[in-house]
């Protein structure tokens, strides 16, 4: 499974936000990911573009690389106009037993037939295999059948937010190898299989975005971005407090609650020497209604279908918006399931009760577990051979 990276055997990831950059390089050794450097900056960029993107992949690249190495380069894609759609495909087999082939060529036709003007199909993923538009199995080998097809769950991005990125990296004489979801990757960070398998729902609430994913039977089944998240909370801080957005995201970090609190006095800081004294109660007045719109938005989209309704049983929280005191509840009460933080329980380890970088360790976990993901060279759409072959070898594992 590893064989694509026996000549490259250092990997650095990016995960690229609109408030932060971050970066881990890391290596795999005996069929484990084992971390090597990390570096995590605010992503600064101005109107006068003095700190632009490419200056600060530089500089993270530079803090964490050696020169003389080859590395391959991933990176996230977020994409508020991200499409997830749903993709059939049908082939005739002529009534012979289903071979490994018939599944190679059906999900190929899949492929190919999931296009979209203006889009890059940046994840495809199978559903199910029918039958003779009749019966729907997980294990197609050896049925005898007339007519083979396949569901795949396809996401979608911008072809513009693609280029954008790889302008960037192209910069710094860096190529990127593949993109992945910010909300797929964030998903596999902390999600247990039995959890997948059962019906969960994660929501990662991000500076700008909160991306949902919903697993059933261990297979995705709902996906998307909303543009609401953390920033719109301290917007609504810093109109209602007529503070600056600097002090009202250093308020909702610092004294932010989702609790009602007890008619108490806090300071917050305006500057070096200003300070301001408010009621407890009047930030929690203004951060609490945007997050249950947050949070009833994602439970209106989500359940709006009935599979999706009765199928999924908890919710997963994870993104730098989910480390906000009391979140755990509200969810709760707002999408009346059982829900947790997502997050590393080791105390011992950097990424304890850090969800905020669960893009970053999603993403290591995609390129450790390559038979979960099939996905495209993002130098050419025509050039499907490597994706191909690494279709065989999921077949080879999954169906032998």
Known sequence: MF??????????????????????????????????????????????????????????????????????????????RAIY??????????????????????????????????????HSYPLNFIIDNKSITDE???????????????????????NDLNLNFEKNNLSVKNYFDSGVSSSLAFLTEQ?????????????KTSKVVAYINKKIVFAKNFRIAGDDVTSDISQGLQITLDS???????????????????????????????????LY???????????????????????????????????????????KVLCENILNRKTRIGQIENNSSFFYCKPEFSTLLGMINLINNQNFLNFFETKSESRLSIYFERLDKWIEESYI
């Open 3 to 80: 064989n694509f990276l026996k000549n490259h055997k250092k990997i650095i990831v990016f995960d690229i936000g609109s408030q932060k950059i971050g970066a881990i390089c890391f290596k795999i050794s005996n069929n484990r990911p084992m971390i090597i450097d990390m570096e995590y900056q605010k992503n600064n960029q101005d109107e006068n573009k003095s700190h632009s993107l490419s200056d600060n992949i530089r500089k993270i690249y530079k803090k964490i690389s050696n020169n003389k190495d080859k590395y391959l380069i991933y990176c996230n894609i977020t994409d508020p």
């Open 85 to 122: 759609k749903k993709n059939k495909s049908e082939i005739r087999t002529g009534k012979l037993g289903i071979s490994k082939k018939d599944v190679r060529k059906i999900f190929q036709k899949c492929v190919f037939e999931s296009k979209m003007s203006g889009k890059k199909l940046l």
């Open 140 to 162: 197609p080998l050896i049925k005898n059948c007339e007519n083979f097809g396949i569901t795949c769950f396809n996401l979608f991005v911008d072809k513009n937010v693609v």
């Open 195 to 207: 959890e997948k398998n059962d019906g969960v729902l994660n929501i990662d609430i991000g500076a």
């Open 248 to 282: 009202s995201e250093r308020a909702k970090i610092i004294n932010g609650t989702l609790n009602p609190p007890f008619n108490e006095k806090i300071e917050i800081g305006l500057d070096s020497k200003k300070k301001k004294i408010i009621n407890m109660n009047v």
């Open 285 to 327: 007045g203004i951060i609490k209604p945007r997050y249950d719109e947050i949070l009833e938005i994602i439970r209106d989209n989500v359940f709006d279908e009935i599979n999706t309704r009765v199928g999924i049983k908890s919710v997963v929280l994870t993104g730098g918006g989910s480390k906000i005191y009391g979140l």
